[in-house]
């Protein structure tokens, strides 16, 4: 008895084939499109946030924020009263520190002093070989309960108290932290400080000053 399938039944067995493989290749390319964009995300956000230098490794930038810019910051216990300028990230991204040292740059892809949540970051040099004493030359004196005021650009004085001063080697800087768009509101400065080696690279670590509001502002 002849049992050879008749061509029509090849033919539709051969077109079920090709859909069902068809419709698998969707699925996989599909999967692979998703996994990609994840991806790609992923590597923005790592570049986006504060490195060591500090220069951000950690958070990706937030929208942007309608909170005033800040323009000056003083800490009367060190004798700082310094200019604010906002800063972003260079080619490299990593975050920008004003070349004039005894200028503060704001770190504006984050969130500013003022916000109800986050960490809003000043950044400064701690000194220069050719400009001497930097406007951070001294937070490492700071102590628990020292006053910072952050003036913004519609005349707001911002207070915050000093609860915290770490020196860290810049390789452990902790920058998802230092830099977080979310928990509890507070101020961070972040300079360089402790061993110097200039074939190192310069500072080893960093000095980090966390503040917290303090309420009220005139």
């Not at 956000?45 to 490195?51: D, L, R, T």
């Not at 991204?93 to 004003?98: C, F, H, Q, T, Y």
């Amino acid at each position: 008895m002849n049992t050879r399938p008749r061509p029509a039944v090849v033919l539709l067995a051969v077109s079920i084939l090709m859909l069902i493989t068809a419709v698998i290749a969707i699925a996989v390319a599909g999967s692979r499109m998703g996994g990609e964009n994840i991806d790609s995300i992923g590597d923005r956000v790592a570049a986006q946030s504060p490195s060591a230098d500090p220069s951000p490794t950690g958070p990706s930038p937030v929208e942007p924020t309608v909170l005033p810019n800040p323009v000056r910051v003083r800490i009367p216990q060190i004798g700082v009263t310094a200019p604010v300028i906002p800063t972003g990230l260079d080619k490299n991204r990593s975050a920008v520190i004003p070349e004039d040292i005894m200028k503060v740059g704001w770190y504006k892809l984050g969130v500013a002093p003022g916000s109800s949540q986050g960490s809003a970051v000043l950044i400064a040099h701690r000194d220069g070989r050719e400009q001497g004493h930097g406007a951070f030359y001294s937070i490492g004196a700071l102590t628990l309960g020292d006053r910072i005021i952050v003036t913004n650009s519609v005349g707001e004085r911002l207070k915050y108290k000093v609860v915290a001063r770490e020196m860290i080697p810049k390789e452990k800087l902790p920058t998802q932290e230092l830099f977080a768009i979310d928990g509890a509101p507070r101020l961070t400065l972040i300079s360089c400080g402790g061993y110097y080696s200039k074939s190192n690279g310069g500072y080893q670590d960093n000095i980090v000053v966390t503040a917290t509001p303090v309420p009220g502002t005139t």
